[in-house]
């Protein structure tokens, strides 16, 4: 794929010492609280330290001066577009984005469900859907944020009272590890539902961590499903079938991590959910692969799951001070138009971590810059499916 002059070899700027965001544009408490919690707790993205470029970047990555909006909304002065008004899909686009994109399209009509108020614990009200949304999270790229996004946004969810399930469908069980869930070879998982026709029931495991929060977990044994699954009768539809044969009401949401590959285990997720959260993230490579992802997408609503829309599209990984993140997220609000969640997720050293300590990023550092980001865009989401 050619170079577009939007994306190209940027020039190179001054970077700038900006370790901490400011300009916070979420309540004045948890702001305080991101800053001083990520102040001292030292939270700096090493890959970012000031005076170093991105990692992956080494050659061209440049930064913005000023400062790092980098706590989960949209930069006013970085060329994202900020909330409010958008952009429709196709103004401004670089030629990266609309040769990646061809023939890419999502709807943008709104997810049309009843809701009832429901208490946050922090006193918040957050909308909560008078039936289940399932809700995939796929991107074959590797790497991009699904699992992170699954997981934080479903205990952002769950921390608010939404009864949540994970459903990992990735063989290497990343989501299931970041819950705290066990997942080695003996543990009933959803291998078990796709191949030996197990229940979904007999699987499901609460998460320790966060009340509410619920997980399907995936062992290693998932790997083979991809051939075993090619022999099996209604091989696409077996993760909705389960689904259906499970009480899904008693969620208010059901979210289904995907691997990074378009197989049968991502096409099961489709067949599966009635939404599709793509996460994009915020570097040069990011929007490769999107339009087949659509086609996909496309495909499988004409043949096998009518109701799937894109409903999200969430940006991951940004770096405020770079010139590139910004570009990237201008070009994909400008093709993707309203799906596009206002917030987006910054670069944190304390999302990386958590998972290691088999945790969410939401109670592994509730005050850092990525688990206020992932509840502002859970929240988003909660209400995106309100009726007004
Ligand atoms: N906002 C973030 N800040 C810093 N690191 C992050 C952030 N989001 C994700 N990461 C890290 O990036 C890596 C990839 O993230 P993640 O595993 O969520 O991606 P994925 O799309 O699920 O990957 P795969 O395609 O392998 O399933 C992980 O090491 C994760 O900890
Ligand atoms: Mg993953």
């Excluded at 044969?245 to 991590?257: E, F, H, N, Q």
Aim: proline share 7%.
């Amino acid at each position: 794929m050619s170079t577009g002059p939007g994306l190209g070899r940027p020039d190179r700027a001054d970077e700038s010492p900006d370790e901490q965001p400011s300009g916070l544009g979420g309540p004045g408490e948890d702001a305080a609280r991101a800053a001083s919690s990520a102040g001292t707790r030292g939270e700096a993205d090493p890959g970012t330290a000031p005076g170093t470029a991105p990692s992956g970047h080494a050659m061209w990555g440049t930064t913005t001066s000023g400062t790092a909006e980098n706590v989960g909304y949209v930069p006013t002065n970085a060329g994202a577009q900020p909330a409010g008004p958008r952009k429709g899909p196709t103004q401004g686009e670089s030629e990266l984005v609309r040769e990646a994109l061809k023939d890419a399209k999502v709807s943008h009509e709104t997810t049309a469900t009843a809701v009832r108020p429901m208490p946050g614990r922090r006193g918040k009200e957050w909308p909560r859907p008078d039936r289940c949304r399932i809700i995939t999270i796929a991107n074959q790229k590797g790497g991009v944020g699904k699992t992170t996004s699954s997981v934080n946004l479903a205990a952002s969810l769950a921390m608010h009272g939404a009864q949540v399930l994970v459903v990992d469908l990735d063989p290497q069980g990343n989501a299931s590890t970041a819950l705290g869930v066990e997942h080695h070879a003996e543990v009933p998982s959803i291998y078990d539902v796709l191949i030996e026709d197990m229940a979904l029931a007999d699987i499901v495991v609460p998460a320790p961590e966060i009340p509410n929060l619920y997980c399907a977990p995936a062992t290693l044994n998932l790997a083979g499903a991809e051939i075993e699954l090619v022999s099996k009768v209604a091989r696409e539809s077996r993760l909705r079938r389960a689904l259906d044969a499970y009480d899904t009401d008693k969620y208010d949401y059901v979210l289904i991590d995907c691997p990074p590959s378009l197989g049968l285990l991502t096409v099961n997720a489709l067949v599966g959910g009635d939404e599709l959260l793509i996460p994009i993230q915020c570097e040069y490579y990011a929007l490769e692969g999107l339009g087949q992802l659509i086609r996909t997408v496309d495909l499988v609503k004409a043949h096998l799951n009518q109701k799937l829309k894109v409903s999200t599209i969430l940006l991951t990984m940004y770096d405020a001070r770079t010139r590139l993140a910004a570009q990237v997220a201008e070009d994909v609000r400008n093709h993707f138009g309203d799906v596009v969640l206002n917030t987006v997720i910054p670069r944190s050293v304390r999302v990386s971590e958590a998972p290691s300590y088999g945790q969410s990023v939401m109670t592994y550092d509730p005050g850092s810059s990525g688990a206020l980001a992932y509840s502002e865009a859970a929240s988003e989401m909660a209400h995106g499916g309100a009726v007004q």
